[in-house]
């Protein structure tokens, strides 16, 4: 008999999402791998064995017994693409955008993305984390247990390090894997509309050199669209971030296919977003590269919409799909990956287990961490959720409201709703 610290038992079902251990895409996406009569064998953070629940029981002895109290489980949802640190929310935005008025006329009015920016540059870095944090609290309460987390509210070397080094704290005070992006390339900071240039200078010359000498950010991030960085510009910055050692990650073809995901493929990008304007070559070119494709309908639905990315043909084509959130300030204050899974449904034609699988084992490997969660399996971190529902179809269907009641991270009770 192994000893270990606890036994989660009588769960209704547990998800465990166990298969290869790479992206899914086509048939594999609908597989969740659902075992009944289970039980989860809990030592130091890691799921030690799940199993037949007389086989655990014969098998382990336990400081504690946890009863799931017939719930169901399954991994806890990973988000692989957030914009966290800001300071004010924008539903001033979100009411003018209701009268009609355009994102031009937005800007006028002082809103838009470089009110962000203008209030992040004043911030400090305690306000800023304090912010952060409750904001991020609230994801946990909806059931992530992991995200990816960006700058680019600064667009100004000092206030980029500011940003990132808020993240870092986050990184070390939060119970949850938050994976840190550097992303200068959001927009063109106001000074530099002028001389576009000589920003892309100094992102390749000062701001990305040092952000890798702090070692402040594991991946680079580029808004590539018509109306931002070009496909030349975001080559020339993404080549510079790989030699520097950095992965990448990329905003592509959301409004208009502009080649941005074929750019995603040729620089060995390790997810694509957005996508909402995708072409065919787009997604044979990432799917032939081994990108994933992370899907964040909760913008689309925000900006009212009337077309989303083609998951299903991604799905079918071979190429994987992940969902994420794109909480931020402006387009999309959505911090539940369960009302990204109703979208998924809704309005992109997932299946439920497809949705499940985009929001946790696909977004893991968005983040390249699908070693040690995304799925429930032997020897992988205990980071789950559980979930008071009749069967995984009940998240989509039930949206508006939590149908989360508790959360695990590494083994840790880090949410309950009691
Ligand atoms: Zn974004």
Known sequence: MQTVDYIVHNAKEIITLKGDNKARSGKAMNELSIMKNSAMAIK???????????????????????????????????????HPVFVHTRENEFEMRLQGKS??????????????????????????????????????????????????????????????????????????????????????????????????????????????????????????????????????ILLKAKELGFKIRMHADEIEAIGGAELAAEMGAVSADHLGACSDEGIKAMRDAGVIATLLPGTLFSLRSKSYAR?????????PV?????????SCNLDSMQFAMTLSCLQMGMTPA????????????????QDFFGSLEKDKNADFVMLDI???????????????????KLGELIFSRD
Request: with cysteine.
């Open 103 to 236: 994102y031009v006329e937005i800007s006028k009015a002082g809103g838009g993305i470089l009110s962000s920016i203008n209030a992040v540059r004043e911030a400090d870095e305690d306000y800023l984390f304090e912010l952060a944090y409750n904001r991020i609290n609230r994801m946990i309460e909806c059931g992530t247990t992991a995200i990816e987390a960006k700058s680019g509210y600064g667009l100004s070397t000092e206030s980029e390090l500011k940003m990132l080094k808020v993240i870092k704290k986050l990184q070390e005070f939060m119970p949850i894997e938050i994976v840190s992006t550097f992303m200068g390339a959001h927009e063109f900071p106001l000074e530099y509309r002028n001389n576009r240039q000589a920003y892309i200078d100094l992102l390749i010359n000062e701001m990305m050199p040092e952000v890798k000498r702090q070692n402040l950010a594991e991946y680079v991030d580029i808004f590539t669209e018509a109306h931002v960085y070009n496909i030349e510009e975001s080559r020339k």
């Open 390 to 408: 009749p069967s995984i179809a009940f998240i989509p269907y039930h949206f508006g409201s939590n149908n989360v009641s508790k959360v695990y």
């Open 354 to 369: 497809e949705a499940l699988t985009a929001a946790t084992f696909n977004a893991a490997c968005a983040i390249e961490r």
């Open 322 to 330: 992940a969902i994420a959130s794109d909480y931020n300030p402006g």
């Open 44 to 82: 130091d953070g890691i799921i030690i064995n799940i199993d037949n629940t007389d086989t655990i029981k014969q098998n382990y002895l336990p400081l504690q017994w946890i009863d799931a109290e017939n719930t169901i489980i399954c991994p806890g949802f990973v988000d692989p693409h957030t």
């Open 311 to 319: 998951a299903k043909d991604m799905i079918s084509a071979g190429l």
